[in-house]
Structure formats: structure tokens, C-alpha cells
């Protein structure tokens, strides 16, 4: 049944995922002070984190089911130490295969996100609880919020910097409610619990919020056992399904929802949004499709690659405007987090390459400058891939992109890989420090920098 349901029988250990720097690590390495090419800015304090998929037994059935591996860069005064830990999950701990797992919304792989909030640090993955570790990256245990969690929650989260509330969401493939919202006060309590109604379970992976409001994307990649049936896949695109943006209050319920139809599409990563008067603006990394041929198939050629574009949803007259924004095909976008919710000018992502024939990251780093219409590129060089690009402050009020992106690349010819520190105002210069991992760090997923200032 499990082989069945998620059409594993096309892979083997030569699957993408498992292929170059896709490939796990075995190690879990504590080294005190990193090889530095360039220099470290003093005023960077704090820790960088970020997770991924990373099999422990060098195998998995989907880039998805790997385990959770956390990646700590510690800067501290111009010297950067290293640590890498699994987070240690009976998903981990029995060498679980997903199926199982799926049983217990404990056992998660926690391998997609990492966030910080009310001092508690949350390994996240979208079909379990969040799973607590500590501040050197050491698994604490599944996180419920006090037994008030009683579902999956999204591995996107969002924390208001103007409330410190953290918000979130989980949705449910085969089970109503099949969308839920929740909203935890600044001391990390969890305040509200609201059941959404949407027509049919859909993968939900991340979602927006504003100011007053939160924008769920009731997206058609839809999941159904008689999909899973007849296909051998769970998820499917159903464009005919439609595609609708749902806004709510932040404190509002899901009778205040309103919905807007967009043109059917797939967003894995927006931005940002907030509000413009009376309309509420998103920057979302969207594409035409996603997921056309069933599970496995993450990426199915330049239809199912994302680019910038634009949402204006105008809440008076119940429309939403959609404008392409740019051309080059990119993800795994991030803003200034001081900014989340909240009108940005700048914004970064990563390039992919479309004419790989799976996800493949591109070379380049981009910085958007949205007021002025403007894309920078960071060129990485030959043979060099990067990751998300997660912006840190030069100090806590300094302005938007007075500070510093930062980037895990990977150099292929040397098989190595290295933490990029980029001068946000100087973006198209080489980085101002290139800090080498000891041992090489996998293509992830997310990462969260945490201020120690
Ligand atoms: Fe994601």
C-alpha cells in the first residue's frame, strides 16, 4: 500500500534528489572556527540555521521524506563555529518510512523549515508538529503549544515583527477541516484555533500575512485517495478546480473569509504582502503548473518553474489584478523579516534552472529592488550553485537593505560548500566574506537567522 500510494516504484538510488550536492551527509561535526576567504563584518551576531532533507540511511523515496538535518553557522565578534544535527524524531530514531509516520503526527521528518519564536526554536515540516530544539541544535521534542496543537502546522509560519505574534496554519489531505488557522501571542501561548472551510483538501504549502489580515492560496494541487487509485499519486494538478486567495482578519474567523479568484496556477513561496489602502498587495513566486505528472513529479520542465509576479487584490471592487514582474525563473524567495506583512522594497531569491530535466538551482542570486523596477544579479561563478538567500541587519533599526544576504553555496569542482555573506547595497560584488563548511552542506530547503545582539 505505501509503495501504491506515493508511486515510488520509478525510484532508485540514481533519483535527482539523491545525486550530487542532493546527496546526504553521514557526519554530524561541531568545528569551532570556520576557513574565512574575505572577512566576517563584526557587527553579525548570531546564528544562522537552516534545514533540510537528509536521509539517514542515504536513501529516501521522495526529495520530501529525507530527514531533517539542521545546518548552525554562529557568528560571533568575526569568527563563525559550525554544527550540524539531525533532528532526532522517531521518524529518525526508527528509520521510519513516511506511510508509517504518517500514523503518528509526532514522528515528523522536520526537514523543510526552522524558526525561532518566544525563545523556542521549531523544526517544522507540513504533515506533523513542529519538533523544539535547543539553541545548539539539539532535539528537545515535539512542540503542541501546552496540548493545544492538535494537528500538522505549515512550515511556514510567519511572526508579525510590529505584534511579535506568530501565525500560522496546517491543512489536512484527507479529513475535514481540511484548513486550519492559528494565532500564538508574543509569549508563545496559543490564543485562537479557526476551522476554515475550503471545498477540497489541497496542498496548502505556505500562505501570507499583512498587517490586519492573513491570505490563505487555495491552490489546485489537490490530494485524494481516488486520485491516489487510479494515479498511484495522492497529489495532482487540477487546474479545473480553480484557484482562489482567501482574506481573513488576523483575529477573524472563517465566516469573514473573503474569497478572489485568480487564474489557476501554483505558488510554493511568496515574498511578501501587505496593505496599500484599500487593496492588498503579494509578491509571489508563481507558476503555470505544478506537480503535473503525480507526486514524484516536482518538476516537469519550464511551465512548472516560478517567476515574480504580482497580486492586487482591490477589496472594494473583489478582483484581483495579476501582473508578471519579472522573466527569470526563480524561488525560494525571502524579505528582510523586519518587513514581513509590512510594504517591502527590496527582495531576494534564487534562480532555477529550466533546462534541467529535474530542480536544479541556478547560479545566480537575484535582489529585487520592487520600487524601482530593478532585478540585480549576484553571478556565483562556474559550477556554483546557492540557496535562499536570508537577509540579516546591519543592527536592529537600520534600514532595509542596509545589511547583508546570506547564501549556502556549493562549488562543484571542489565539492565544497561555503556560507556567502553579501553586502546587500553592493549586491552585484563579490561576497564580502566566503566562509567555508567543513564538511559539505546538502541543497535544503529554508533557514531563519536569530539576532544575538
Ligand atoms: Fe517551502
Given at each position: 500500500m505505501s509503495q501504491n500510494l506515493f508511486d515510488?516504484?520509478?525510484?532508485?538510488?540514481?533519483a535527482w534528489h539523491l545525486q550530487g550536492n542532493w546527496a546526504p551527509v553521514k557526519e554530524e561535526v561541531t568545528v569551532d572556527s570556520l576557513e574565512v576567504k574575505g572577512e566576517v563584518p563584526k557587527e553579525i551576531n548570531g546564528l544562522y540555521v537552516r534545514n533540510g532533507m537528509n536521509p539517514r540511511s542515504g536513501?529516501?523515496?521522495?526529495?520530501?521524506?529525507g530527514n531533517g538535518m539542521l545546518h548552525g553557522f554562529n557568528f560571533e565578534n568575526g569568527k563563525v563555529s559550525y554544527k550540524n544535527r539531525y533532528v532526532k524524531t522517531p521518524y529518525y530514531e526508527k528509520d521510519m518510512d513516511i506511510m508509517s509516520s504518517?500514523?503518528?503526527?509526532?514522528?515528523?521528518?522536520?526537514?523543510t523549515h526552522i524558526v525561532e519564536h518566544a525563545g523556542k526554536y521549531l523544526a517544522l515540516e507540513e504533515a506533523h508538529l513542529p519538533w523544539e530544539v535547543d539553541d545548539q541544535l539539539e532535539t528537545k521534542g515535539a512542540y503542541d503549544f501546552g496540548g493545544k496543537l492538535k494537528g500538522a502546522m505549515t512550515a511556514h509560519p510567519r511572526i508579525c515583527p510590529k505584534t511579535g505574534e506568530l501565525l500560522f496554519f496546517s491543512y489536512s489531505?484527507?479529513?475535514?477541516?481540511y484548513l486550519t488557522y492559528y494565532r500564538v501571542n508574543p509569549?508563545?501561548?496559543?490564543i485562537q484555533i479557526e476551522p476554515i472551510e475550503i471545498p477540497r483538501a489541497v496542498m496548502m504549502h505556505d500562505w501570507n500575512i499583512t498587517e490586519n489580515h492573513v491570505v490563505f492560496m487555495d491552490l489546485p494541487i489537490i490530494s485524494d485517495m481516488n486520485l491516489a487509485i487510479e494515479t498511484g499519486s495522492p497529489f495532482g494538478f487540477k487546474p479545473e478546480c480553480g484557484a482562489r486567495l482567501g482574506v481573513m482578519p488576523r483575529n477573524g474567523s472563517n465566516a469573514d473569509v473573503r474569497w478572489f479568484e485568480v487564474d489557476p496556477c501554483y505558488v510554493f513561496h511568496p515574498l511578501n504582502s501587505y496593505e496599500e489602502g484599500n487593496n492588498i498587495v503579494l509578491y509571489v513566486c508563481k507558476q503555470?503548473?505544478?506537480?503535473v505528472g503525480g507526486f514524484q513529479d516536482i518538476y516537469g520542465g519550464d511551465t512548472t518553474v516560478a517567476r515574480l509576479w504580482k497580486w492586487t487584490i482591490d477589496l472594494d471592487l473583489g478582483v484581483v489584478k495579476e501582473e508578471q514582474i519579472d522573466d527569470a525563473p526563480c524561488d525560494f524567495p525571502r524579505v528582510d523579516d523586519r518587513r514581513t506583512g509590512l510594504k517591502n522594497d527590496y527582495g531576494y531569491c534564487t534562480t532555477l534552472d529550466t533546462?534541467?530535466?529535474?530542480?536544479t538551482i541556478g547560479r545566480y542570486l537575484l535582489k529585487y529592488d520592487l520600487t524601482n523596477n530593478k532585478r540585480l544579479t549576484h553571478d556565483l561563478g562556474e559550477n556554483v550553485t546557492g540557496g535562499e538567500a536570508v537577509f540579516v541587519p546591519?543592527?536592529?533599526?537600520?534600514?532595509?537593505?542596509d545589511g547583508w544576504a546570506i547564501s549556502m553555496a556549493y562549488e562543484a569542482e571542489t565539492d565544497r560548500s561555503k556560507l556567502l555573506v553579501i553586502n546587500s547595497q553592493d549586491?552585484?560584488?563579490?561576497?564580502v566574506a566566503e566562509i567555508y563548511a567543513p564538511q559539505r552542506v546538502p541543497n535544503g530547503a529554508h533557514g531563519s537567522w536569530v539576532s544575538k545582539d
Open positions: 515510488t516504484s520509478k525510484v532508485d538510488e540514481t536513501y529516501s523515496d521522495h526529495w520530501f521524506f504518517f500514523g503518528d503526527l509526532s514522528s515528523s521528518p522536520a526537514n489531505s484527507f479529513a475535514e477541516p509569549e508563545g501561548k496559543l503555470q503548473e505544478a506537480m533546462k534541467a530535466d529535474s530542480l546591519r543592527s536592529s533599526d537600520s534600514k532595509e537593505d549586491f552585484e560584488s563579490s561576497p
